[in-house]
């Protein structure tokens, strides 16, 4: 998390430099930055509004029809669609109104509509039951379509097909590869 929080400029370095592709990130206007990020965390927020207007808060821009696809190809149309009002479905205060995998699925929604160049997703599939986390893998698969994306996860099943994984302990990487590089290396992870 404090990688993360170092990447997107929640906090600026104390010593050493943050590159992305080569550019230093100090030197890039936040704005210009997070218009490229999309964040998930295990937190998930929703705000006040309909599902619609959730959906497009990272790209306001964005039709109905670029909304809808984005929640067919991440399977949560048929969630969204049984809700009461679908799309226009009334959000409570911090999303009180749906389940923690509703919010979630959401939020993975909200982030695809947003169409950002680096996905992070900090623990965001933690908080779910079994079921959903099934729905979350496959919506993964499609998120991490066409990005880079920084997952960081405890469960296995997040981070496995990764083409490399950073095992971090005590504030150090002490090993870094693939699942079955690490798997066979038999260390920390």
């Known amino acids: 998390t404090s990688i ?7 906090y600026e370095p104390q010593r050493g430099r943050v590159l992305i592709d080569g550019h230093d990130m100090a030197a890039v206007t936040l704005q210009s930055l997070h218009r490229q990020i999309g964040i998930v965390t295990q937190d998930n927020f929703m705000f006040s509004g309909t599902v619609m207007e959730n959906l497009r ?3 306001p821009q964005a039709t109905d029809e670029e909304v809808i696809d984005a929640a067919k190809t991440l399977g949560t149309h048929d969630v969204i669609l049984r809700f009461k009002d679908g799309y226009q479905t009334r959000v409570s205060e911090r999303g009180g109104n749906f389940s923690a995998g509703e919010r979630q ?3 993975f929604t909200r982030a695809l509509v947003a169409e950002p160049s680096i996905l992070i997703l900090d623990e965001a599939t933690s908080a779910v039951d079994p079921h959903t986390e099934r729905v979350i893998q496959h919506a993964l698969e499609k998120l991490f379509e066409r990005r880079t994306c920084f997952v960081i996860a405890h469960r296995l ?3 496995r097909h990764a083409s490399q ?3 971090l302990a ?3 990487i002490v090993e ?3 699942h079955e590089e690490l798997i066979a290396a038999g260390g920390a992870y």
């Open 4 to 10: 993360i929080s170092l990447l997107a400029r929640f």
């Open 57 to 59: 808060f990272g790209r």
């Open 105 to 107: 699925l959401l939020c």
């Open 157 to 159: 099943t997040t981070v």
């Open 165 to 167: 994984i950073l095992v």
């Open 170 to 172: 005590h504030g150090s």
């Open 176 to 178: 870094r590869g693939t």
